[in-house]
């Protein structure tokens, strides 16, 4: 047998002393995916929370004396056009509408389809609150995290176009809940949004969507943007 | 491998934003115009889009911005035209007459998607195509809320004659009103469970107020309750298995637990003042009440043998005809506020939070939950004659729902169907 033979990477002796390459080999993979697996959750017990604080904010007025029948916490729903136009007893043809002319009926279907719908007033905030020019017309805290400007800017356009449809019954509304991840662009465009988890009911699910898709962002401060670029924020939705 | 690692980091990373409090909106549904028999899918679109409307749940849009073709059928839908137009539920329907019957092929889409949501074939006999509707409408209800709609329920209510006041029943939009009783005064409707009898107040013996009950189908009257003074405010248990009512004996009033034929009542309140306006909870095991024992009319809760009473409102000085939610979890009331008027409030059993649900709207008086929890009728004085509103329970939504020449009061709404 010629010494080429002996030396065949086919033989047993030329196998043995492969092993040790073989070996590191396996360890350093085993490494990586050990460190790929639990690395995460070292880093993951405390993400930084960049939550907007939100509360409710106390009207200004006198205290109402404990033992009065509460008022309503907003206006009165106005007495609606069925007052007037009560529908009789006898069957009845479709409810009377006002009647917009074709044109302005047009105009509207052409605004809405290009997401140009006017959004619904939300009450003026309160001109002697304390706060920051940037801040959130729902936040009640007078001064803001280091840091939390972009968020909160965040924060308030999704939440302009958050539309939780009626559809879903309140009893449903109270356990809803979905995390969607969303990256956005050095220009502020939300360049795409996956699902951490969905709530299970398409519906909501849906809308959150139609309102992640609705939003245009302002561009994030230069520390921010590779982050929100590259890994994202997570958006936790509740009703 | 690196790059898997890097992108768990950063994963690991990222910022958290929570957000709550979206602004609820009805959602954006569109009626196409019904094919087939034009009369008869005139009638069917017009109870579809009241029911709808009235629901709360559905924003209906307008007909004439309609992108998509009248004749557009089941097959080939179009619904990048319904979304133009700002759909997001489509209803499609196709109804036809077949002897004596109307049978409607009614379809509910997702226009957003292109997705058929729902199909079925309604038939209801030709004089009353309304039922069809009806019936798909409370499918419709159910499909995005998963609870039963109430399209397909009965009302009644008290009507104000020339001869008296009349106890009346309707469907839930008070089409088809006929009375049941025809002469004296009869108040305070309640339902049996199953939904074949009224039990009402009457002065019809000429001897004071007593319990009595009307069979629906026949109108035939029989005495419940006609010991005491007088009795008065009979509410049957929701399993129709017993009667509370509120009598009087020895100027005291009380309030009594007797069989459903109002035989082997039993006093299950003892206190100097008035406890009147009972009114059960949904499982039949506890009571709400009106009691002055504390000097003012107050709600109070207890079990349904008299134990455990325990009193639920402390604002106010003149709170009354509590109305027990089907969900159990609300009491809705009239209260009497600074100001003299009454108004409705609702209070949550556990907590005493009360909510006001009307204001600076005329008198409302006498709330009546719907049997799914999600609307409630009362009386209210805004538009002139007393009349009857629909409300969603947190106050909004409200909306006329009779007409009646002299007015129209005390609401009971009557079970699902088929219960």
């Known amino acids: 047998m010629s010494e080429g033979i002996h030396k065949s990477v086919l033989s047993l002796r030329s196998r043995t002393s492969a092993s040790p390459a073989l070996v590191l080999a396996v360890l350093f993979h085993a490494t990586v995916f050990g460190?790929?697996?639990?690395?995460?959750?070292?880093?993951?017990?405390?993400?930084?929370?960049?939550?907007?604080?939100?509360?409710?904010?106390?009207?200004?007025?006198r205290p109402r004396d404990p033992h009065l029948l509460p008022r309503k916490e907003s206006p009165?729903?106005?007495?609606?056009?069925?007052?007037?136009?009560?529908?009789?007893?006898?069957?009845?043809?479709?409810?009377?509408?006002?009647?917009?002319?074709?044109?302005?009926?047009?105009?509207?279907?052409?605004?809405?389809?290009?997401?140009?719908?006017?959004?619904?007033?939300?009450?003026?905030?309160?001109?002697?609150?304390?706060?920051?020019?940037?801040?959130?017309?729902?936040?009640?805290?007078?001064?803001?995290?280091?840091?939390d400007a972009y968020f909160t800017a965040v924060h308030d356009a999704i939440l302009e176009n958050y539309v939780v449809p009626s559809v879903i019954s309140e009893r449903e509304r109270l356990y809803l809940a979905a995390s969607v991840v969303a990256f956005i662009g050095g220009d502020g465009r939300i360049l795409k949004h996956e699902f951490q988890k969905k709530s299970g009911n398409t519906f909501f699910d849906q809308a959150l969507e139609t309102a992640i898709q609705k939003t245009k962002l302002p561009p994030p401060p230069a520390d921010l943007a590779r982050s929100l670029r590259d890994s994202g924020v997570v958006l936790n939705f509740r009703p | 491998?690196?790059?898997?690692?890097?992108?768990?980091?950063?994963?690991?990373?990222?910022?958290?934003?929570?957000?709550?409090?979206?602004?609820?909106?009805?959602?954006?549904l569109?009626?196409?115009?019904?094919?087939?028999?034009?009369?008869?899918?005139t009638a069917v679109e017009a109870v579809?889009?009241?029911?709808?409307?009235?629901?709360?749940?559905?924003?209906?849009?307008?007909?004439?911005?309609?992108?998509?073709?009248?004749?557009?059928?089941?097959?080939?839908?179009?619904?990048?035209?319904?979304?133009?137009?700002?759909?997001?539920?489509?209803?499609?329907?196709?109804?036809?007459?077949?002897?004596?019957?109307?049978?409607?092929?009614?379809?509910?889409?997702?226009?957003?998607?292109?997705?058929?949501?729902?199909?079925?074939?309604?038939?209801?006999?030709?004089?009353?195509?309304?039922?069809?509707?009806?019936?798909f409408g409370d499918d419709v209800v159910r499909f995005y809320t998963r609870e039963p709609g109430v399209f397909q329920t009965r009302i009644a209510w008290v009507r104000e004659t020339e001869n008296g006041k009349q106890i009346v029943t309707a469907d839930w939009d008070a089409f088809g009103a006929q009375a049941l009783t025809t002469a004296s005064i009869n108040l305070l409707p309640a339902w049996s469970h199953d939904g074949s009898a009224l039990a009402f107040t009457s002065f019809r013996d000429g001897g004071g107020a007593h319990v009595y009950a009307v069979e629906v189908a026949t109108r035939q009257i029989r005495p419940l309750v006609m010991t005491g003074d007088f009795a008065t405010g009979a509410s049957w248990s929701p399993d129709g298995g017993r009667l509370v009512y509120s009598g009087s004996a020895n100027d005291n009033t009380d309030v009594f637990l007797a069989r459903a034929d109002g035989g082997g009542a039993k006093r299950i309140t003892d206190s100097r003042g008035i406890d009147i306006s009972a009114s059960w909870n949904p499982d039949g095991k506890r009571i709400a009440f009106v009691s002055e024992r504390a000097g003012t009319p107050q709600i109070y809760v207890m079990n349904a043998d008299g134990s455990g009473v325990r009193r639920l409102t402390f604002q106010g000085n003149y709170n009354q005809e509590p109305a027990w939610s089907p969900k159990g979890d609300l009491i809705a009331f009239s209260g009497r506020d600074e100001h003299r008027v009454f108004d409705l409030y609702t209070i949550t059993v556990d907590g005493g939070r009360v909510t006001r649900l009307t204001q600076n709207q005329g008198t409302n008086e006498k709330p009546a939950w719907a049997p799914n929890g999600r609307y409630l009728l009362f009386s209210s004085t805004r538009s002139g004659k007393r009349q009857l509103w629909l409300s969603q329970p947190d106050g909004s939504n409200q909306r006329q729902i009779t007409n009646e020449d002299l007015g129209a009061s005390d609401p009971a709404w009557g079970p699902l169907p088929g219960k």
């Open chain 2, 48 to 135: 579809l889009a009241q029911d709808f409307e009235r629901s709360g749940l559905f924003k209906l849009l307008d007909p004439a911005s309609f992108l998509a073709s009248p004749e557009e059928g089941f097959l080939e839908v179009d619904f990048s035209k319904w979304q133009a137009v700002g759909a997001q539920a489509l209803v499609k329907a196709s109804c036809d007459v077949s002897g004596a019957e109307v049978k409607c092929d009614m379809r509910l889409y997702d226009a957003s998607r292109g997705q058929e949501l729902l199909h079925g074939t309604y038939t209801a006999p030709r004089q009353a195509p309304r039922l069809a509707a009806h019936r």
């Open chain 1, 35 to 61: 460190a790929a697996l639990i690395l995460p959750r070292l880093f993951d017990h405390a993400p930084p929370l960049r939550t907007p604080i939100i509360a409710h904010m106390v009207a200004l007025g």
């Open chain 2, 30 to 41: 569109a009626i196409a115009k019904p094919l087939g028999a034009q009369e008869i899918g």
């Open chain 2, 1 to 28: 491998m690196i790059l898997l690692l890097a992108s768990l980091l950063l994963a690991a990373d990222r910022p958290v934003i929570d957000l709550s409090g979206g602004r609820v909106q009805a959602y954006p």
């Open chain 1, 76 to 147: 009165p729903p106005a007495a609606s056009a069925s007052a007037k136009t009560a529908p009789s007893l006898k069957p009845s043809p479709a409810p009377s509408r006002p009647e917009p002319s074709r044109r302005e009926l047009m105009e509207r279907a052409l605004a809405h389809a290009a997401g140009k719908t006017t959004p619904e007033p939300r009450e003026a905030p309160d001109p002697e609150r304390a706060g920051s020019t940037t801040g959130s017309a729902e936040g009640t805290a007078a001064t803001a995290e280091e840091g």
